[in-house]
């Protein structure tokens, strides 16, 4: 048994004598050693007769992480359809004037549009968006939906003889609590995963903890004016 090794040097810590290579450079640099892991990796996959050959770079994990995630997103796919066709169903009634089917539309939109805006904000202040935040978009949902049923089920166990301004500031008195505490639990338990050493892991918290806050923000705001005019 034996172990060879390859040193190259990170191009995120190369320099050059008058500091920080140009972006065009270190963008080539990185190309350069992702065509040399990529050649690497396929030489070992050989079929060796005598001979058998184990490989690690490091985007391994993340690409492993990757094709993971890449197989699974059709049942995940499935279970977002579910999701929302139960929202729909469990805000549906048969009375038209009570019926919320809208507003748990306009609680799915909340969502959508957390996603944007958090995956647009990780984005633009550079961090990578990596194939495992993919599943992301279903994640969130699960806890947007999650943060739609407390409001609700808050708002119509108030009385419906008061106004609509005190109807909901007794659900938001009583949901508001309950929906911070678990974003914020969720948000800080993002950031720990963030000290993770692996690159498609560290995306992916960020990416969540920024998602997983904007979403708090809209159902506070958004979707809670969305009741309001229902």
């Known amino acids: 048994a034996g172990i060879l090794l390859f040193f190259l040097k990170d191009v995120a810590e190369n320099t050059g004598s008058k500091g920080p290579l140009p972006v065009d450079l270190r963008s080539a640099e990185a190309k350069a050693i992702k065509d040399w892991e990529t050649a690497f990796i396929n030489l070992t996959k050989y079929p060796w007769v005598y001979i058998q050959v184990s490989a690690e770079t490091k985007d391994s994990i993340t690409d492993e ?81 999650d943060d739609m049923f407390i409001i609700v089920n808050c708002y119509e166990s108030t009385n419906p003889l008061n106004s609509i301004e005190e109807r909901v500031s007794q659900s938001l008195a009583t949901a508001g609590a309950t929906i911070t505490l678990t974003s914020l639990t969720d948000v800080a338990a993002f950031l720990l995963g963030s000290l993770s050493s692996i690159p498609a892991i560290q995306a992916f918290a960020y990416y969540a903890a920024a998602a997983v806050f904007v979403d708090y923000i809209y159902q506070i705001f958004f979707f809670t004016s969305c009741l309001v005019l229902n």
């Not at 469990?90 to 009375?95: I, N, S, Y």
């Not at 969502?111 to 992301?136: K, P």
């Open 65 to 145: 992480l990757n094709r993971a995630v890449g197989s699974d997103l059709l049942p995940i796919t499935i279970a977002y359809v579910l999701v929302v066709a139960y929202v729909v169903l469990a805000l549906g009634r048969r009375d038209f004037v009570r019926s919320k089917v809208l507003l748990g539309i306009a609680g799915l939109i909340a969502v959508l549009l957390a996603i944007i805006l958090a995956f647009g904000f990780c984005s633009g202040i550079g961090i990578v968006f990596s194939t495992v935040n993919q599943i992301l978009p279903f994640l969130i949902l699960g806890i947007g939906v």
